[in-house]
Nanobody, 120 residues
Framework: QVQLVESGGGLVQPGGSLRLSCAAS????????MNWYRQAPGKRRELVAG???????NYADSVKGRFTISRDNAKFTVYLQMNSLKPEDTAVYYC??????????????WGQGTQVTVSS
C-alpha cells in the first residue's frame, strides 16, 4: 500500500521560512513527477511547484524566486523550501506523486495535507 506523508507545516511570520517534506512509502518502483499543490479557504487547489525524476522543475508565477522544490529519488521524497513567505501563501499544502509505479499498478497519489499559516 502506497502512502504519502507530509511534514514541516506550521505558523510563521511574514518574511520567514519553512521547509516541507513528503515521503512516499510502499512497494514503489518509480515515480514520474512529484508536485506540491496548495488550497486556501474558498479557493481552488493550485499547483505550486513540480519536479520530474530527471530534475526538471516548474513553479507557479506567484512563488518563483521564493520557493525551491527538490527531491531525493532514492528515498522517494520531495521537499519544498519556502522563503520570504507572505500571508497569501497561507493554505493547506498537498504532496502529489504523478504516475507512481508499483509492481502491480500505476497511478497518482496524494498526501493528507499540511497547514501553512503566515501571520504576524
Amino acid at each position: 500500500q502506497v502512502q504519502l506523508v507530509e511534514s514541516g507545516g506550521g505558523l510563521v511570520q511574514p518574511g520567514g521560512s519553512l521547509r516541507l517534506s513528503c515521503a512516499a512509502s510502499g512497494t514503489i518502483v518509480s515515480i514520474n513527477a512529484m508536485n506540491w499543490y496548495r488550497q486556501a479557504p474558498g479557493k481552488r487547489r493550485e499547483l505550486v511547484a513540480g519536479i520530474t525524476s530527471g530534475g526538471s522543475t516548474n513553479y507557479a508565477d506567484s512563488v518563483k524566486g521564493r520557493f525551491t522544490i527538490s527531491r531525493d529519488n532514492a528515498k522517494f521524497t520531495v521537499y519544498l523550501q519556502m522563503n520570504s513567505l507572505k500571508p497569501e501563501d497561507t493554505a493547506v499544502y498537498y504532496c502529489n506523486a504523478d504516475r507512481l509505479r508499483t509492481w502491480g499498478s500505476l497511478g497518482d497519489y496524494w498526501g493528507q495535507g499540511t497547514q501553512v499559516t503566515v501571520s504576524s
